[in-house]
């Protein structure tokens, strides 16, 4: 049995995150992240490669077909399951978008790409706490990183009429942007009006820009 040749790279996974645009979910692909650095045979990273190139090229069908073959060939890589649970996104199949998130995430908690996209399907599904543990853990594992923070402020306020909460984390996710997000602003604004929430100053300066 010939030897397998190994090399230490960062898996990438395409991920999608959610983001309000008047009220409605939008799902778009954000970008190539990194993913848990491990050693991965050589052949597992050409095969990789060639899965999100077909994913980039919109070839779902395909990109599907090698993902899978993937998870029988390499079942500790977290990658292949979470650009799987992508491409059920996609397709809209749910369940199996959760399955795959799940098991991306066992295999690499630590993930909060995983968990802004499981979280998503979650609510997809309207299964709105699960929803709201996900992008939980992401705001706990990364509390520097602002998507989750937006996620969850969409969930609360369209979805949970949680409308204090909601604006909490709008302005925490404002709070990180190097210049407020005027469609963000917008929401806190109309959100505050909403609840009868009286805006602070950060939120009065964001206003006026």
């Known amino acids: 049995m010939p030897l397998l040749k190994f090399t230490s790279i960062a898996l990438l996974i395409l991920l999608t995150t959610a983001c309000a645009n008047n009220g409605v979910i939008d799902q778009t692909v954000d970008a ?3 993913s848990l650095i491990i050693d991965i045979p050589d052949q597992a990273a050409i095969d990789f490669k060639v899965a999100i190139g077909f994913m980039n090229e919109k070839k779902i069908d395909l990109a599907e077909k090698h993902l899978l073959k993937m998870t029988l060939d390499y079942p500790m890589l977290s990658g292949p399951f979470a650009n799987l649970g992508v491409i059920y996104s996609q397709k809209k199949q749910w369940d199996k978008s959760v399955e795959m998130l799940q098991s991306a995430n066992e295999k690499n908690p630590k993930n909060i790409k995983v968990l ?3 979280g998503y399907v979650y609510l997809q599904q309207g299964t709105f706490d699960q929803a709201e543990k996900s992008y939980l853990k992401a705001i706990e594992l990364a509390p520097s990183d602002s998507t989750a923070y937006l996620n969850i402020g969409v969930l609360y306020d369209i979805y949970m009429g949680k409308f204090v ?8 996710y404002q709070n990180f942007q190097d210049t407020p997000d005027r469609r963000v602003a917008g929401w806190i604004v109309d959100i505050n009006r909403r609840a009868g929430i009286k805006p602070n100053k950060t939120q009065i300066a964001s206003e006026a820009q």
């Open 116 to 118: 802004n996209q499981l």
């Open 32 to 34: 190539n992240v990194e």
């Open 165 to 172: 909460k909601a604006s909490n984390y709008y302005q925490q």
